[in-house]
T-cell receptor, first 113, second 117 residues
Framework: AQSVAQPEDQVNVAEGNPLTVKCTYS??????LFWYVQYPNRGLQFLLK??????LVKGSYGFEAEFNKSQTSFHLKKPSALVSDSALYFC???????????FGTGTRLLVSP | GAVVSQHPSRVICKSGTSVKIECRSL??????MFWYRQFPKQSLMLMAT?????????EQGVEKDKFLINHASLTLSTLTVTSAHPEDSSFYIC?????????????FGEGSRLTVL
């Protein structure tokens, strides 16, 4: 069964520093991986996806993610964090053969001034 | 970009009443929509997959008679929480897939917070 793990409940980083939010996955077949961000009492906003091609995927708001097949990881990164990046981040994987997504438990990112 | 609208954003109701939440794709046709439930500080739990013109497919453990889903048109899906009880209080989020999007790429509504008194 497809699954996604986000090992960190919260990540704290100072503004201007690089940030990484971790995600590992387990799928049968080729993975379709996604990152979404959620602000309080709001729906999810799409950040980026990996379907095929380059392992480094660039997305919205300066975020990027690196697909690593050998480590089954898809970590979200940003070179320089902003206070406004503080939010809840979800990694997700598409269930093979279906359109639905399975989400990780989410990681709260807190960027301090 | 693809926009999904949910209404209402917040609703408070009395125990025993039914509440309907609408999910609309504003600038695209969505043959498939998904309904998620999110508990405080937890991840999203997929409740059901809504297919236009056919019955919804519910995830294991989700009561079909409790959470009625109707997808009557290519731009509208509704979730009705019947005979709501306080334990149904939650944040409900819908999502939709465009026909041109990548497999699994979904666009989400803003969510609807239901509080049952």
């Amino acid at each position: 069964a497809q699954s996604v793990a986000q090992p960190e409940d919260q990540v704290n980083v100072a503004e201007g520093n690089p940030l990484t939010v971790k995600c590992t996955y387990s799928v049968s077949g080729n993975p379709y991986l996604f990152w979404y961000v959620q602000y309080p009492n709001r729906g999810l906003q799409f950040l980026l996806k990996y379907i095929t091609g380059d392992n480094l995927v660039k997305g919205s708001y300066g975020f990027e993610a690196e697909f690593n097949k050998s480590q089954t990881s898809f970590h979200l990164k940003k070179p320089s964090a902003l206070v406004s990046d503080s939010a809840l981040y979800f990694c997700a994987v598409r269930v093979t053969g279906f359109q639905k997504l399975v989400f990780g438990t989410g990681t709260r990112l807190l960027v301090s001034p | 970009g693809a926009v999904v609208s949910q209404h209402p954003s917040r609703v408070i109701c009395k125990s025993g009443t039914s509440v309907k939440i609408e999910c609309r794709s504003l600038d695209f046709q969505a043959t498939t929509m998904f309904w998620y439930r999110q508990f405080p500080k937890q991840s999203l739990m997929l409740m059901a997959t809504s297919n236009e013109g056919s019955k919804a497919t519910y995830e294991q453990g989700v009561e079909k008679d409790k959470f009625l889903i109707n997808h009557a048109s290519l731009t509208l899906s509704t979730l009705t929480v019947t005979s709501a009880h306080p334990e149904d209080s939650s944040f409900y989020i819908c999502s939709a897939k465009t026909t041109s999007g990548a497999p699994g790429e979904l666009f989400f509504g803003e969510g609807s917070r239901l509080t049952v008194l």
